[in-house]
């Protein structure tokens, strides 16, 4: 095993990825490079965040598809925020349009499963990147992301052994019933072809469609009260001829309260 350096010429580091065996198997990797000390681990975007204003890492070594807030997610909040990035490395299997997205904006990348030698440059781009630059990336990366993948117009639902394309904006709310995609809108409900609510939110509208909690998905537009629960949560009163009521989660009852200045 390589014997670390001076902890005041390392570089700092996070792992974020929601497999475990994946974080083990990078941090493995990363044990053999002196100059780099893993100082964290999260499974998630929102553990990822903390993680990071904590720790102020150097470098985010982070997976692109996680559940509920996935790695380009994370960096979108990183940039909101303002301020200095660490050198943001994302992790990813192979998916030819986020590559490409990648490689136009000059964003630092991995393809899983990681190879030794490809890591070793992306930590030497790490050493020599200032945190303006790096900025500078992640705004043309997010940019480029959000011009390019306009959402569909459409859905497709099964109902009744029929198949129904219904507005995207006619979608009241999403749910995991039975091991499927559950979806009531306007005039009709159905099952999603997506297999998970993370694969329809990625579909739609990031402005109008909110993960409540992580078994909904939500049209912002469509909701048509707030209900004040206990011990300082919230449900949402939908606007479905039911009146359906969702829950929203801790977590994000942050949200809540900024879209509508609770």
């Known amino acids: 095993m390589t014997e670390k350096i001076a902890a005041a010429d390392a570089l700092t580091a996070i792992l974020v990825d929601d497999e475990k065996l994946a974080r083990q198997e990078l941090s493995f990797l990363l044990d053999s490079f002196a100059e780099i000390e893993v100082v964290g681990q999260a499974s998630n975007g929102p553990e990822a965040l903390q993680q990071i204003d904590a720790l102020d890492p150097d470098i985010v070594f982070m997976d692109v598809q996680m559940p509920g807030l996935n790695g380009l997610e994370v960096a979108r909040e990183l940039v909101r925020r303002g ?10 299997a192979y998916d030819q349009y986020a590559v490409q997205a990648f490689e136009v904006n000059a964003a630092d990348y ?31 990366l997010l940019s480029h992301l959000r011009d390019q993948a ?113």
């Not at 499963?113 to 930590?123: N, V």
């Not at 009163?237 to 509508?260: A, N």
């Open 83 to 92: 301020g200095a990035l660490p050198h943001i490395i994302f992790a990813t």
């Open 150 to 262: 306009a959402p569909p117009s459409k859905v497709l639902l099964k109902s009744n052994s029929r198949m129904l394309l219904v507005d995207a904006a006619d979608i009241i709310y999403a749910t995991v019933k039975d091991g499927a995609i559950r979806v009531v809108a306007a005039q009709t409900g159905g099952e999603s072809n997506y297999r998970t609510l993370d694969d329809l939110q990625s579909n739609l509208s990031e402005r109008s469609f909110w993960r409540t909690h992580r078994s909904y998905l939500v049209n912002i537009d469509r909701i048509k009260e707030v209900i004040p629960w206990f011990k300082s949560t919230y449900q949402l009163r939908m606007s479905d001829p039911h009146q359906t009521e969702i829950p929203v989660s801790r977590g994000q009852t942050k949200r809540l309260k900024e879209l509508f200045r609770l």
């Open 110 to 140: 991995l393809l899983k499963p990681i190879e030794k030698q490809r890591l070793q440059k992306s930590i030497e781009r790490a050493r020599i990147q200032t945190p303006a630059e790096e900025v500078g990336r992640m705004k043309r």
